[in-house]
């Protein structure tokens, strides 16, 4: 895969293009400031981009502001945004235009190399790839709500599913089969009111919209 | 002409309650003369104290009369009278305030029984307004003199009790102090926190997941299962240390506070909370910023009201209001609770966090105030003095 990266950070600049490299993906082109980012982009229109969402130079939410630019310019261009802390906020704006192709993903995953590797295929394929941790808030806050009703095996597969695995990874994390997953999956949507057909990205938008509904609001 | 008595009565009520105050004054002065003597013939020293702080009891129950009727704060500024009695009596007789407030006294001897005059005003006004204005409907004049003298009275006093520029300045000093020294204890207790916390949490992890990584290298040749366990339980500390750094981080300054500014914050905060809060921060979302810390304050009590609605209230639903004001940036958080919030005497019920808000918006200079009588609705107001 051709890869754009951005991160000011040069140590884990380096240890991001090791990475990549070693797992045979190829690098094409590095950002280290914001201007960078959109015409790196443009010129190499590269299978993913890794964005760091604080950048130079006003070490804000840039990485995440020139995500969705790029989202504009390039539309389907995978993108997976690394951040030192998570906000479902900014999932919410990420999200806004579709979950297809897109990442959220705290830097300590990097660590865990085989789970960051399987997230960046991912998405790079067109699927979605979101922080447990945003999902876990998601889930935590939302008492009194149908969710309330779910089984904890149930509650696990909402979570997985949150975060965009597919069934197969779902079945193989869980050490459950195929079937069961599908039947849990069944149920949740059973419980939730949702429309049982959905799958991949669909069904991750309509989960999280779901849990951003289920205390009164929209997902913007 | 209903109104006009009805307004008269009222000022009435008012220059009454002065002339009261007046006659009472009359009988202290008799206390006050014994005192002085008694003081030069250093019998009655202790009196002295104890007399000014009558006279404060005194003025200060004429300032609230007054503040009563024309609705505007009349400021007070005394130095507290505490200690052995060698300083009470040196506060006693140098606070600027005493001399204020014996003027005010002397002058009201003369102008205290002002009210008296509202007696023959009543018959004559009811009798002359009452054919002029009820019968032949022009305006009255006579019962709104009785107005005009709680006016002049309260002006009168208004005038001479209002503290000299030096007493308000010690009093601004007295003021600064406690705030300054609440501000510096509140932040060292910060520091020990996070200290406590880095050094329990990340620390501690950093030192095993070192320590496994050490191990590792050992068992590296000799048993690479073991080594690769080793490495496993060393990621795992990676991980829960950068989880705490995180946790710490945000304890220090939201993120995204220095991301999204103000208004972004609590935008988010409003949707990662239990409630359906409704923001209003337009204002906010173009302009100058606030300093940091005015922003870190405000960012502060919004989070803390929060949780108590959510905690406390037992109310579905929050409204947060950001606004610029001309001085600063105000904060209004308010939720349909069930109240309770404050105390009857005005103190802050258990467990709610709103001694802290106070401390840290004291800290800036600013206002806080909560109102939250029992059944709703709990109200809690900042104003932070910026400049924009």
Redesign the interface.
Known sequence: MRVVIAEDNALLREGLVLLLTSAGHEVVAVAVAEPEILPALLAHRPDIAVLD??MPPG???EGLRAALAARRQIPGLPVLVLS??V???YA?ELLGGGASGIGYL?K?RV??VEEFLDALDRVSAGGTALDPEVVT?LLT???GTPLDSLTPREREVLTLMAEGHDNTTIAATLVITERAVSKHIGNVFLKLGLPPTDVGHRRVLAVLAHLNNA???SLE | MRETVRRAGRATVQLALAVGLTAFSFAFITVLLITAIGTVALIGSWLLPEAVLLIRRIAGAKRSLVAGWTRQEIPEAYQPITGPLRDRLRTAVRDPGTLVDLRWMLANYAYGLLGLLALPLWPAGLLLDGAWCGLLRHRAMVLPLIGRLADLDAAWSAALLKPSPKALLAKRVEQLTQTRAGAIAAHSAELRRIERDLHDGAQARLVSLSMRIGLAKRAYERDPEAGRRLLDEAQEHAEEALAELRHVVRGIHPPILTDRGLAGAVLALAASGGLDVNVQADELEDGPRAPVAVESAAYFVVAEALTNAAKHSGSKQAGVSLTRTRTGLRVVVRDEGKGGAVTADGGDAGGTGLPGMRRRVAALDGIFVVTSPVGGPTIIEAELPCAW
Do not use: H, K, T
């Open positions: 969402v604080r070490f804000r939410d030192q802390y906000e479902e906020a919410a705290l300590d660590g865990r808030e806050r939302r008492r205390a009164g609001r």
